[in-house]
């Protein structure tokens, strides 16, 4: 089957999406006819089965979505949504600062740089909920967790911060940055639970 | 041995609670490379912003910066002061620190290891090793590595930016001609860089081995950049950028961000001229939004005639 993922592409880690996208789909069999690409504009939304928004900053991505009239596309945007870091940020219903304005779709509080400033930042082996194979390396920058979720969210990991991944449906949340490493298992789930 | 030890530090087991405990997590690792060029990786499509104080900083993320750069003088006011340009001001960092979210960079001299350690210790998320500042040291540069917090420095050419790298930085900025309003200089940079990122191709390895000797950079890493067809890790532009126009040209080149220094708070309308570089940037290839920004900005800051400069006030010649 061929899969269409769109990759939000107004700031921060595009290109490593689409590579880590492009890794999966490959490792999983798919057809040529898939494909990753970015998206900017909500006409390209139109063509993907799923949408990642990668890491960046979410003020900044917050602010260009609005621009760029992609809000209500991306709220009404039938397919699954893959969400790093800002991201995750940007993808839940309540935001502990008033810059961002969330889209909304997994229901859920964040609070943004839970673990500090850059030099806090870190990697570490995370065990995450039914991932076959052992601990995921994760590693975060600056950092949002989640405090608070609502019934329908799945928590697939936390740290004594708070909950770092979490499932809705064919959502996926994470706070941390699978693109940054070579594993993939994580973004094979996410196509799993898409089911086309 | 020093740096042994500093990695040593740099690994935590996780705070000794019971929750840690159950949780059944691993060792955290700080300040890695993969951490570094992460960060960096997180800045790209993005612009960067010379503050001063807290309410420029403010304006900057209102208008839609991924970080600010807080430095004592915009570029264009270090020309006019003259003297020795240093590192701000720690309070008037903290200042910047506390009224903003998003990432706050700092200045150092070229090789100040001490203002670099103090940046770390106040919380600064990248720290500039700059040519803008008067350099502490005329030889070498900061070894990079030993720091957890990660670098940018700027370079003129392939072999420059390939030896800051090499000394662990973790994002490159072409140089430019800070403070001048003059994009050219930022023009050519950016041009040596990726022209001579283009001409790798078709080079076999011992064509590259000795290209890398010509250039003055580490082998391994001219091997690198000819694999990937681009910089290991983040290049931006600085150094003249001063209208939406100049930004979007640079992202043409090749940038994967700006850094705007004077050009913003130098301008007639700061607030409006950051907002449309933001809009510049995101949308470079799209010349119908450029012109839809750049409509009644006002005046963008004076320029300088970068051939007109004596040799000591040319910046870009500190550090190589």
Request: with cysteine.
């Amino acid at each position: 089957m061929d899969v269409r993922i769109g990759v939000l592409a107004l700031q921060g880690n595009v290109s490593e999406h689409i590579g880590a996208f492009e890794r999966a789909l490959a490792g999983m069999g798919h057809t040529d006819q898939s494909s990753v690409f970015p998206v900017k504009r909500p006409a390209d939304l139109e063509r993907c089965d799923a949408l990642a928004i990668p890491g960046g900053e979410s003020t900044t991505i917050s602010r260009l979505i609005d621009k760029n009239q992609l809000d209500e596309p991306i709220r009404r945007f039938p397919g699954g949504i893959f969400a790093t870091c800002a991201g995750m940020v940007l993808i839940a219903t309540r935001v502990d600062d008033p810059k961002v304005r969330p889209l909304g779709l997994i229901d859920m509080t964040i609070d943004r740089n839970a673990f500090g400033r850059q030099k806090e930042s870190f990697e570490t082996d995370l065990p995450v909920k039914g991932l076959l194979g052992g601990p995921f390396h994760a590693i975060f920058i600056r950092a949002p967790v989640a405090t608070q979720t609502g019934l329908g969210v799945t928590v697939l990991s936390r740290l004594p911060q708070g909950i770092v991944a979490v499932e809705q449906g064919r959502h996926m949340a994470l706070a941390f940055h699978p693109e940054l490493g070579g594993d993939t298992r994580l973004h094979e789930r996410f196509l799993k639970n898409l089911k086309i | 041995m020093v740096k042994r030890q500093r990695e040593k530090q740099r690994v935590r087991k996780q705070p000794g609670s019971r929750e840690a405990r159950r949780l059944n997590l691993g060792d955290l690792r700080f300040g890695t490379e993969l951490l570094k060029r992460g960060f960096a990786s997180m800045q790209k499509g993005g612009v960067i912003m010379d503050v001063v104080n807290a309410e420029q900083a403010m304006i900057a993320e209102e208008a839609g910066a991924v970080a600010v750069m807080s430095l004592e003088r915009v570029p264009s006011d270090i020309r006019k002061a003259g003297g020795v340009a240093r590192m701000a001001d720690p309070e008037r960092v903290l200042e910047i620190i506390d009224a903003v979210s998003i990432p706050v960079m700092g200045k150092v001299r070229i090789g100040h290891i001490v203002e670099a350690q103090v940046l770390e210790v106040l919380g600064v998320d990248m720290i500039d090793e700059s040519e803008v500042l008067t350099p502490a040291d005329e030889q070498y540069h900061i070894d990079k590595r030993l720091f957890t917090v990660p670098f940018v420095c700027g370079a003129r050419d392939l072999g420059e930016a390939l030896r800051r790298i090499h000394e662990g930085a973790a994002m490159v900025r072409t140089k430019g001609e800070a403070g001048t309003g003059n994009v050219v200089e930022a023009v050519r940079h950016m041009r040596a860089i990726m022209g001579s990122i283009r001409g790798l191709k078709g080079m076999d390895r011992p064509e590259l081995t000795d290209y890398a000797r010509e250039i003055e950079a580490p082998a391994e890493l001219v091997i690198e950049c000819a694999e990937r067809g681009r910089l290991p890790v983040v290049n931006f532009s600085a150094g003249g950028i001063a209208t939406p126009s100049d930004a979007a040209l640079m992202m043409q080149l090749g940038a994967d961000g700006v850094f705007v220094g004077s050009g913003i708070f130098k301008s007639s309308n700061p607030p409006r001229m950051a907002k449309a570089i933001v809009e510049a940037v995101n949308n470079f290839d799209d010349p119908k939004v450029i012109a839809k920004v750049s409509k009644g900005l006002g005046e963008a800051m004076p320029g300088l005639d970068v051939h007109k400069l004596s040799e000591d006030e040319v910046l870009q010649y500190r550090g190589r």
